[in-house]
Every structure is written in C-alpha cells, then in structure tokens.
C-alpha cells in the first residue's frame, strides 16, 4: 500500500539525468551498506556528459547473500536512461551501439564478454510487456545483430516501478526525490545544506577518533542494537560532528535527520517504519532528543533494530543501563577554535586572542569571526540564523516556561562573578549567591537554586568542581552585560555586593575588564574608582 513516502513513477519522470545517476549511486551504496558489499566495488562516476563506453554505473567481484537483487554476483553494470524511450529497434540501438555504428559500445561489449549482467534503468518509462518478456526478448534481439553468441547473454530491464520498489526500503531517498527532506525530515544532503552545517569543519585528533567510533558503532552488524546517545554542552558541536561522522558514501544514503524529538514522535515517519510489513532501512539522527523522548522513541524502535539504528542528540547525559552507547562530544582545540575565526579572514594573533573565549566552542567560534568581520564593535551579537546565546539558556525547553524565566535570572547573577563557591569547603558562598538571587525573585528558593545549578552542570554551562564557572566564557560575558542592562541602574551593584563573602566580592571585580561591553557597567566602573567609591574610602 502507497503511502506519503512512497515514490511513484511521476515522481522519477521530473528527475534530471544528473539526478537520476545521483539517487541511483545513493540506492547502491544503500544496498551495498545493508547486505554487506564493500563500496570499494562500487563505481558510478558524476560526470554524465564525459563518454562512459554504454555504462554509468558498476559493482565489481561481489559476493551476494540477500538483498534485493539491485546488486548481483560477479560483475553487474547498469545504463541509467532518465529520458523519453519507446520499445522499437532505434532507441534500444541508441542505448546498445555506438552512434551510426554497428559495434556495440565498449564497456557493454566487455561486460557480456566477462558474462557480466546488464542492467538497463529506466527513470521515466514504464511500458508494459505486451508478451512474456517482451522488452528483454526486443533487446537480446538487438544485441544478437551485433553477434549470435548474445542469444543467451544475461540482461535486465529496470522499469520505474522496479525502482519504485527498490526504493521502499530506503526513506531517505525516497525524501530527497519527493523533495520532503526539507520540511520535518531531512536527508544527508539536505541537512548539510542548512546554513550553521555549510561551514568547513575543523577537526582535532579528538574529533577524529569521537567520528571514528560513531562510523564503527553505525556499521556494526551484529545483530546487535544501534542506539549512539550524544550528550555536550550547547555551542560544542555535536550535530555538526554528526553530519560528519555519516557523510560517507555508504552511511549518507540511509540518513533522515530530525531537529527535534517533538517532530519525531507518533509522527508519519514513525508510524510507518514501525509498520509490521515496513523493510525500510534508515540511520535516525534525532536532535534536542531529552531523557523522555530518548526513552520513548527507542522504547518503540528497539525492536526494529535489524533496520533502523539510532542516533540522539542532547545537551545532557542521561546514562542508563542497557544496549545504548554514550558518547560525551570533546571540546575543540585552541588552535581549531583560532582556523575557524581566521576563516572569517581575521588576522591570527587576533584570532588567537579571542580563542580563548570561546572554551571549545565552534559555535561560538564562528559567531566571534562573523562579529569580528561585520560588527567588531559588539562581538557579542547573534549571528542573523541562530538566535546564539538563548540556545545556552534556553536548550530544548519551551523559552516561555517558569523554569526558563528561572535559570535566566540565576545565570545572570552568577555571572556577576568569576566564579562562586558551591561545594564544601565553599559552601557558604553558594548560600550567600542564593541569597542575592532569592532577592530577585523571591519565587527562587534554596531547593530551587540547587535544582537549577545541578540541570546548568548537567548540560556543562556550569562547570568546576568545589568552584564553578560558566562556559563558554564569552556566554559568561554576555550574561554579565545582560545583568546590568536588566539589573544594574541605580545602586543595585553595590547593594548586591553588600554583606557578600570578601573573595565573591573580589571575583565580581574581577568581571569589570569587561565593562566597556555595556554602558551601565562602564558607568559603575567610575563610580566604583571616583572619590565616593569602595576603593579609595
């Protein structure tokens, strides 16, 4: 039975010649990836316009245990036909002979010779056999004018439902040629055209080996589940190492990415891949995948692993017991973080300086050079597609909520400080925060303080042991500036100050090289240092 993913022969008839020759390459790296043919094989070249000798595609010395006979023993070569064809002596010759010749073309000839299988692919012909085999029998025709030793030659004619019914097996083709991986579910080629995944990525050895095991767990077929949970800190990469890790030629083809779990669950594309008489294969990439989702989602496809694999996506680690895998996504190099902002053609002691800032961070990495190219006057504005430092505070819940409004104040007033005690023997200077904090909004509790740092740690915003910090620092700096431009007039820095532990006063002071980025705090800075202020009573 159709459904929205299914393909149909209307569909492959608006696809180009060099489109038909990319989703077909992308059906045979599916299928070699499913039954275990190794891509090295496999050959089909883009360039559709350079003489190719009769043949567009080829898999080479391969040994078949199931599949669906797209790939064959021994040798098998395909001729991709995304034109208008009929069944008549001319146009099999077109496809068959060299032009105004009676040789056949070279790389079919030596394909029969070698006993190969010749497959003819048909993008937008669909006629019916009117008799028993009626097109091969035209074709093996064709081929014995050329010499009768073809009479018995091993040949296939693929017609648009052929195809079609290969293509049930893999949703994410199915997507692209539907032009449906753009809206909720997208395939590897179109999520890597969003604009924050265009970016060259800049790899360290880390990043190297953390893609490596990614690419190990996905081709593990040991009959085994695939469930890879990603968890880092907003801003470290993680999607971005993702589409990366399957960008290979034999992962990509199965790839349908999701950002966002709500999208994913009880939608279409679940419902129909947990659909008993459902053979689609896929590797699932779910972003802003939370604890609950992770548990529902898997709950409902574990079953299925033979054909699907999983890989969520969340700010925090949520470890449990079981088959799942979990990987914590490492921080960038220093020297990585510097190559992305000297992209932005900023020079590189620059670069190197404000490297620091971003802690690992090639999110933050890339909003630095876009400020430092177009707005060097304030490197802390959002890039125009990401609404940048929200998705620090905000992560994946709804920005309107409580809990939001709540940590937004807390994150704001801890970055009035270098950083604060939390944990014996500093235990008191988290007290004394709480306090401040619990001013500001009465509703923010002791508990509810120690709610908010244990979620803020969770997700590596804060991080430290018995003293915490924020991270990345230029999140911090950002949150500083937004503390005065929300909370800083009149004498409200000075009142807050009051009666705090003396080091949480000297680490707050130590936050005012920054003041030039906001003019309430650049105004503080006078009066802290005029004739009134703390420093010269």
């Known amino acids: ?154 040949v296939e004619i693929w017609r648009q439902n052929t195809i079609c019914g ?39 050895e880390e990043q190297k080996k953390f893609i490596a095991k990614v690419q190990g767990e ?44 709500d999208k994913f669950r009880d939608s279409d594309l679940m419902n129909e891949l947990l659909k008993d008489d459902n053979k689609a294969y896929a590797i699932l990439a779910i972003d802003e995948c939370d604890q609950d989702s992770r548990a529902y989602i ?58 620091e800032f971003c802690s690992g961070s090639p999110r933050v990495a890339h909003a630095f050079g876009l400020s430092l190219k177009n707005n060097p006057d304030d490197l802390l504005k959002s890039p125009d597609t990401v609404d940048l430092w929200e998705r620090y505070v905000v992560g994946g819940d709804d920005p309107a909520s409580q809990r939001v409004v709540q940590r937004r104040v807390v994150l704001r007033h801890l970055a009035l400080f270098k950083r604060f005690g939390y944990e014996k023997p500093f235990h008191e200077e988290a007290k004394a925060v709480a306090g401040i904090i619990e001013k500001a909004d009465p509703q923010i509790t002791w508990p509810i303080f120690q709610e908010i740092i244990c979620t803020l740690r969770r997700r590596k915003i804060l991080q430290g042991e018995t003293t915490l910090y924020i991270s990345p620092k230029a999140l911090h700096i950002k949150l500083w ?22 080091l949480l006063q000297q680490w707050s002071h130590e936050m005012f090289i920054y003041a030039r980025e906001s003019k309430v705090a650049a105004k503080k800075v006078e009066d802290l240092l005029g004739e009134e202020g703390p420093f010269l009573k």
């Open 298 to 355: 898997w709950n409902k496809l574990k079953a299925h692993h033979k054909r699907i694999k999983l890989v969520s996506i969340y700010n925090e680690n949520d470890d449990t017991s079981g088959s799942i895998t979990y990987l914590d996504v490492p921080s960038l190099g220093r020297e990585q973080i510097s190559n992305i902002i000297q992209s932005y053609n900023i020079p590189k002691d620059q670069a190197d300086r404000w490297a």
């Open 218 to 261: 996905l081709r593990r077929d040991d009959g085994n589940p695939v469930h890879i949970r990603l968890f880092g800190e907003a801003g470290i990469g993680k999607t971005k190492l993702i589409l990366e890790a399957t960008a290979t030629d034999d992962l990509a083809p199965l790839v349908v990415y999701c950002d966002s779990a």
């Open 1 to 154: 039975m159709d459904t929205i993913f299914s393909v149909t022969g209307n569909d492959l008839s608006q696809l180009s010649p060099e489109l038909a020759v990319d989703i077909f390459r992308e059906l045979l790296w599916a299928e070699a990836t499913t039954i275990g043919v190794a891509k090295s094989l496999i050959n089909v070249p883009s360039a559709i316009t350079v003489a190719d000798g009769g043949i567009d595609a080829e898999v080479r010395d391969a040994k078949i245990s199931g599949g669906q006979g797209i790939i064959k023993d021994g040798l098998t070569r395909y001729q991709i036909k995304a034109g208008d064809f009929a069944l008549d002596d001319s146009h099999i010759k077109d496809i068959l002979f060299i032009k105004d010749k009676t040789e056949l073309k070279p790389r079919i000839k030596t394909c029969l010779d070698k006993n190969g299988v010749l497959v003819i692919v048909f993008f937008a012909w669909d006629g019916p056999d009117r008799t028993d085999d009626q097109c091969r029998n035209k074709f093996i025709e064709v081929l014995k004018s050329a010499d009768s030793k073809y009479a018995s030659t091993n």
């Open 166 to 204: 290969f293509l049930k097996q893999y949703i994410s083709l199915s997507l692209k040629i539907k032009g449906q991986d753009r809206i909720n579910f997208q395939s590897h080629k179109s999520w890597s055209q969003q604009d924050d995944m265009l970016a060259k990525a800049e790899l360290g």
């Open 481 to 502: 500036v937004d503390w005065w431009e929300n909370h800083g007039h009149g004498n409200s820095y000075t009142d807050t100050m009051t009666g705090l532990p003396k």
